[in-house]
């Protein structure tokens, strides 16, 4: 079972919908999760960072932290255009091997269409 | 402004021909790393520094190497570059190490012919 699976997409939706974006993982060592952002040709960006279990919002995102189902969201209301990038979930903690570090998902393509 | 620096932005090479990618940040972070991004692989951590002198291997090390002798600079060299390093690489960056905020750069794209 991979560390982290998440659904590449690609998701096409209209501007106003709400996006749901979703991981599971299978290391229930991990204790920081993260979202970040990639534009086209650019570096990601941190866009949510959550510790253990519980939801957090910002403004238009919220994202949600499932540990007892090793499943995490991310949620935009009222999806804009400028939404439009991958999405990668990310998480730390120790891995299967015994060492700690940072794994990402493979990112989740979301195009918003005016 | 506070960033992270890569260079070359874009690079074509020959195999077995030696470079190096310059990774240099000025926000005075402790915690560097180098990735590369594949389609339908994702980001895979290469090598990381936790602090000056300090680094250590990360998923997929073998073809490349690190050195930290300063606490801003972090470049990536690969020795001899085989056709199969050929992907966009990303430098990274945070205050005290991968469960901080990680800043990135611009990324390198680089094709090994």
């Known amino acids: 079972q991979k560390e982290v699976e998440q659904d590449p997409g690609p998701l096409s939706v209209p501007e106003g919908a709400i996006v749901s974006l979703n991981c599971t993982y299978s290391n229930s060592a991990f204790q920081y999760f993260m979202w970040y952002r990639q534009y086209s040709r650019k570096g990601p960006e941190l866009l949510m960072y959550t510790y253990s279990s519980g939801n957090k919002e910002d403004g238009r995102f919220t994202a949600q932290v499932d540990k007892s189902s090793k499943y995490i969201s991310l949620f935009i209301r009222d999806s804009q255009p400028s939404d439009s990038a991958t999405y990668l979930c990310?998480?730390?903690?120790?891995?299967?091997?015994?060492?700690?570090?940072?794994?990402f998902g493979k990112g989740t393509k979301l195009t918003v269409n005016p | 402004e506070a960033q992270v620096t890569q260079n070359p932005r874009y690079l074509i090479t020959v195999t077995g021909k030696k470079l190096t990618v310059t990774c240099s940040q000025n926000?005075?972070?402790?915690?560097m790393s180098w990735y590369r991004q594949d389609p339908g692989l994702g980001l895979r951590q290469i090598y990381y520094?936790?602090?000056?002198?300090?680094?250590d291997k990360g998923d997929v090390p073998e073809g490349y190497k690190v050195s930290r002798k300063e606490k801003r600079n972090f470049p990536l060299i690969l020795e001899s570059p085989s056709p199969n390093q050929t992907s966009l690489y990303f430098c990274?960056?945070?205050?005290?190490?991968?469960?901080?905020?990680?800043?990135f750069g611009s990324g390198t794209q680089l094709s090994v012919l």
């Open positions: 520094s936790m602090n000056v002198e300090v680094t």
């Open positions: 990310a998480m730390s903690g120790i891995t299967q091997g015994g060492s700690e570090k940072l794994v």
């Open positions: 926000m005075n972070h402790e915690y």
């Open positions: 990274a960056s945070s205050w005290g190490g991968f469960n901080e905020k990680l800043f």
